[in-house]
């Protein structure tokens, strides 16, 4: 998931609310840590970076851009190569080399969510160039796509679900599956988050650093656990903030997702309630009860958006979703609930996942066939060239790519009773929401089974883990199970606040991640940051 970039008032969202019914969540596999380079690899290890001035209206003047040549498939790195963009901010004063940002997704676009936030880590430039990417199949850097009018989540909305004839949604999903596959080019066999930790281990070198100094949101600490395991002797200070998990299912992944989600709106609603403009009244049990009445409401009838659309209780549970990220969109989502409740607008919920602010490129007149050009040479495409659903078609295949389960229809046709009885009790706002992403890797081939069974025991230099008790995208538990699987490198720090991830939302999650980075404070097992009390900037924090 996209980690926020802050949740103060200029939060960043993403674009689109096709984006958001994938939230959930390789060939050439290494077999063993590869922190050795190969010699047919030393050419993209030596090379160095040209920084120009980024191009595009909304770049900040201080912000430098170039770009990074990696092999298109490590197992034959002479079929053909990718340029991944970089953009960097320059230290302020001595510098110990770069520290490399992941701002999450899978998909988000580095070189944008830097250029838009990149405020939040000015702190880091005391020490640090801070540099940010486009991952492969990312932004600028080969973009998939599935094709005008794309979005790969279609074919599967959740309110289309025949639960004893399925087949007719997988069939539609095989063939959203062959669309994304000829309108992304080669570069989606060679996707997923493996490649990726390779690539950064590439940028690494090119930058001039002899060691890895990272820090990654969300599903970024997929990616940084995976370099870990696959380069242990490249770690240098690593930060994950918002833990992914490394073992469970996407069946399983989805059930933790709606409960988080769930607990998160269930704190929304208790405050709520105490204010007498809550479009749900002042009683907390009746006001649940009228959340799940609203949503079955507009699926069984949806009313007209301004877009020319209709709007159902699907889309509304995804924006409610992507409010719940953070506190600070408590107020504007509860305006925005009061007016589809009371008048019938839905401009305000459409307002929280369309976009507004982001750091992501709109389609432009002719773009989404800008990919072409990637399949010719591998360079980067035009910024205005990337195609509108590169987010969910990137996040749809990385997380597929790095997914070795692929039940067939018998099985899905056996399990989706149960299925939704699971989902359901874990959420009944979010649990059919996150069912319908269950089938999202449905009709691709089976992803790599190295996440899940290499990872682990990882004998790196010490990295620091971020888990948000409150956390709606990313369970505390995850944090926890992570830790223990990379073994004694890992050290946990316990935030008790809410929202998504922790160094934007809370000041002594900030201070202690930027100790770490610039001066290698650790802090010891167990400790804790309490939540705030009065916003960013009010933290205090505590030891367990």
Known sequence: MLAKLSTRPALRRCAGAGVLTLALLGAGLPTAAADAPRPDLARFYRQKPAWTACEGPDMPSDLRCAKVTVPLDYAHPGAGTLDLALARYRATGPSRGS??????????QGVNALAAGGKDFMDLTNGYDVVSFDPRGVGRSSPVSCGEGGDPALPVAAESFDLDRPQGVLK?????????????????????????????????????????????????????AVYAAQFPHQVGRMVLDGVDTLTEPLSEQGVAGAQGQQTALDDFLDWCTTDLGCPFGQDRRAAGNRVVRLVRSLDENPVPADFGGAFSGQDLVAAIGQALYSKQLWPTLERALASLVNDGDTRGVLGLTSGAGSA?????????????????DGGLVDAEAVPA??????????????????PGEARIAADLKDLRAAYEQASPVFGRFRLSQLLMCYGRPKGTKYIRDEVKDVHSARMLLVGTRGDPATPYRWTVETAARLGPSAVVLDNKGDGHTGYSSSICVHRKIDDFL???SLPAGGSSCSADREGWGSTTNSSD
Not at 206 to 214: E, M, V
Not at 397 to 403: E, L, S
């Open 99 to 108: 520290v490399l940002l992941n701002f999450g997704g899978p998909g988000g």
């Open 518 to 520: 610039l001066y290698g």
């Open 389 to 406: 659903d590169n987010l969910p078609a990137a996040l749809m295949a990385i997380n597929c790519a790095d997914d070795p389960d692929r």
């Open 172 to 224: 539609r999903l095989r063939q959203a599956a062959d669309e994304c596959a000829r309108n992304s080019g080669p570069v989606l066999r060679h996707i997923g988050t493996v490649d990726a930790a390779r690539d950064m281990d590439v940028v690494r070198a090119a930058l001039g650093d002899k060691k890895l100094n990272y820090l990654g949101f969300s599903y970024g600490t997929r990616l940084g």
């Open 360 to 376: 992501l490129p709109v389609r432009q007149p002719g773009a989404g066939k800008g990919g072409d050009r990637q399949r010719v």
